[in-house]
């Protein structure tokens, strides 16, 4: 089983319409979880993080965090289609010594189509 | 403006040849982090370091090297060991090492192609 895992896409929304991406991660303890947007041939960037069980809404962007059943989601509501981009879910996963020291483990990414 | 910077953009290398990838920040963070990026695939941790003269391998180091003399840079160099080194680099930071939320600033990569 893959550390982390995200639903394979790709996802295709209609304008205006709600995009939702999910992760489930494999190690318990995690603690921290980020998501990521990369559009093609660029540089991931952060849009939303989440530490507590719970939600967290950012503008457009409403993250979720379930750490029983070990999964974070993104919701994008009214989504554009600026929006298409790939989605990497990341989580900081704990190595066998109990530290993580920042590293991240990321997902393999959920493309995601918005058209007009 | 403070950032990375990663040199080159594109890089094209014969088979058997050591390339080295260049990264550079100026944010004054002590972690630095080379991640790798297949077609369609999330990013797998090469190398990071937590401090000055300081490294560890991460999943997948096999093939390459690092170096960490400068706070400010972290070199990255894909050895001939490597056996299928075409893919997207990049380079990250964070502040610090260990604790706290961690967040990763990226550069803005070095796509490498093998000839």
């Known amino acids: 089983q893959k550390e982390v895992e995200q639903n394979s896409g790709p996802l295709s929304v209609p304008e205006g319409a709600i995009a939702s991406l999910n992760c489930t991660y494999s190690?318990?303890?995690?603690?921290?979880f980020f998501w990521y947007r990369q559009y093609s041939g660029k540089s991931p960037e952060l849009i939303m993080s989440?530490?507590?069980?719970g939600d967290k809404e950012d503008g457009r962007f409403t993250a979720q965090l379930n750490k029983a059943s070990q999964y974070v989601s993104l919701l994008i509501r009214d989504s554009q289609p600026s929006d298409s981009a790939t989605y990497l879910c990341?989580?900081?996963?704990?190595?066998?010594?109990?530290?993580?020291?920042?590293?991240?483990?990321f997902g393999q990414g959920t493309i995601l189509t918005v058209h007009p | 403006d403070g950032g990375i910077t990663q040199s080159p953009k594109y890089l094209f290398r014969k088979e058997g040849q050591n390339v080295t990838l260049s990264c550079e920040q100026n944010?004054?963070?002590?972690?630095m982090y080379w991640y790798r990026q297949d077609p369609g695939q999330g990013l797998r941790l090469i190398y990071y370091?937590?401090?000055?003269?300081?490294?560890q391998k991460g999943d997948i180091a096999e093939g390459y090297s690092v170096s960490r003399e400068k706070k400010e840079s972290f070199p990255l160099t894909v050895t001939s060991a490597q056996k299928n080194p075409t893919a997207f680099y990049l380079c990250?930071?964070?502040?610090?090492?260990?604790?706290?939320?961690?967040?990763?600033?990226f550069g803005a990569g070095s796509r490498l192609t093998v000839l």
């Open positions: 990250a930071s964070s502040k610090s090492p260990g604790g706290g939320a961690n967040v990763l600033t």
């Open positions: 190690d318990r303890v995690s603690q921290s």
């Open positions: 989440i530490y507590s069980n």
């Open positions: 990341a989580v900081k996963i704990m190595d066998a010594g109990g530290t993580s020291y920042g590293k991240l483990t």
């Open positions: 944010l004054n963070h002590d972690a």
């Open positions: 370091s937590q401090i000055v003269n300081d490294f």
